[in-house]
């Protein structure tokens, strides 16, 4: 079963309201969408992060043209091959290109074969994927009212967004403790500290206690967070350091961190994906899943992969509360806190085209610089 034709579109889904962390600001989430189509008459989907230009250049430019002619299910050698055509210099700007066909070439391997994606990476080890509420406002009061809105719709595992100053940062773990209790409370810091501030500020926060603190160095610094588990308590996990399988291998061999965010569009695709988190739980370290706002089909992606893989044993981040619609007629449903994982062939989703269409864009707007400051852009570190 071989790929005759692809499609794609970048869309722009809005937001139900502003976001905010380290980096910038969101009004929106831009993601591109693919569909393969088969000599079979198999129809596969996939979708990817888009945040930067170079994610649609490098699929129209390469991705798009030597899918065609490919077997669906020869996704390793494809990977490989956008590599060999020179991206193995530079892997982190093919990845999330080749992250969309990929998932479109499982999507359609696993109709064809009748199976739940699932079923094709090693069956259900569990039947319900616990998700983290996510939260990114800057003030008190109103995280915390978040936090307990999040609580109140059954979520057992929060993460909050810092990295604005020593007692902002605090002022918001401490408003989000206060409303949840005893769950599991994450920060997520996405590379705004240096050293010195990362071990002072962890101290200050050690009453609340963090079930990790996330990316609190620049991503290159792995030396730094593995000193930094050293000299403190919280435990550490890497997201911006470990997108591609040679990074989550860095990370292990400089014994970096304790818990390790993967991304299927980051590391390239579902199956390195698998891969990373093979070498995780080699190493007795748990997994979890990043999040940029998914739409319906990397959303059941992402649940496929946490039914899956064993040391995915913790909630995977989530931001779907804030999307403001879906191009997907049956979407993974998340009740409770927890997503029921598909059991519809391929990605187990239905996309709905005219939708699509109706969310097409040319172009990438608001994904990382503040409207609100003119001039402004995030620097790392910060403080």
């Known amino acids: ?83 060999g055509a020179g991206y193995y210099h530079h892997k982190r700007a093919a990845v999330m290109a080749i992250a969309a066909m990929e998932m479109a070439m499982w999507d359609a391997l696993g109709k064809a074969a009748g199976q739940p994606l699932h079923a094709l990476w090693g069956g259900l080890w569990r039947k319900r994927v616990p998700a983290s509420a996510y939260l990114f406002l800057l003030e008190p009061k109103a995280v915390a009212d978040k936090a307990a809105w999040f609580f109140d719709q059954g979520y057992g595992t929060f993460k909050a967004k810092i990295g604005f100053g020593e007692n902002a940062d605090y002022a918001v773990l401490a408003a989000v403790r206060s409303r949840i209790g005893d769950a599991p409370l994450r920060a997520d810091v996405n590379g705004a500290w240096r050293p010195g501030t990362a071990k002072r500020v962890l101290r200050r926060l050690e009453d609340l206690d963090l079930a990790y603190v996330e990316q609190p160095l620049p991503l290159e610094n792995l030396a730094g967070h593995a000193e930094l588990r050293r000299v403190q308590t919280t435990p550490v996990a890497l997201d911006e350091s470990a997108y591609t399988l040679e990074d989550v291998a860095a990370i292990v061999r400089a014994d970096a961190a304790d818990v390790v965010l993967l991304d299927p569009h980051e590391a390239g695709g579902c199956w390195q994906t698998i891969k990373a988190a093979g070498i995780a739980e080699a190493f007795d370290l748990s997994v979890t899943l990043h999040s940029g706002a998914e739409l319906g089909i990397s959303q059941a992606a992402y649940v496929h992969l946490a039914a899956s893989i064993p040391n995915m044993d913790i909630a995977i981040d989530t931001e779907r509360a804030y999307l403001a619609g879906d191009v997907v007629r049956n979407p993974p449903v998340l009740k409770e806190g927890a997503y029921e994982v598909p059991m519809g062939p391929g990605l187990g989703v239905e996309v709905d085209e005219a939708t699509v269409e109706k969310y097409r864009v040319s172009d990438i707007v608001g994904a990382y610089l503040d409207p609100a400051k003119p001039g402004w852009f995030p620097v790392k570190p910060a403080y």
């Not at 930067?52 to 091959?81: C, P, Q, W």
């Open 1 to 83: 079963m071989k790929i005759t034709k692809v499609s794609h579109w970048m869309v722009r889904m809005p937001l139900t309201e502003s976001i905010a962390w380290a980096s910038g600001a969101r009004t929106g989430a831009t993601r591109l969408i693919c569909k393969i189509e088969t000599d079979d008459g198999v129809v596969g989907w996939g979708e990817t992060i888009c945040l930067i230009e170079t994610v649609r250049a490098v699929f129209e430019a390469v991705v798009s043209k030597l899918a065609l002619g490919y077997a669906v299910g020869d996704v390793e050698r494809f990977s490989r091959h956008v590599l």
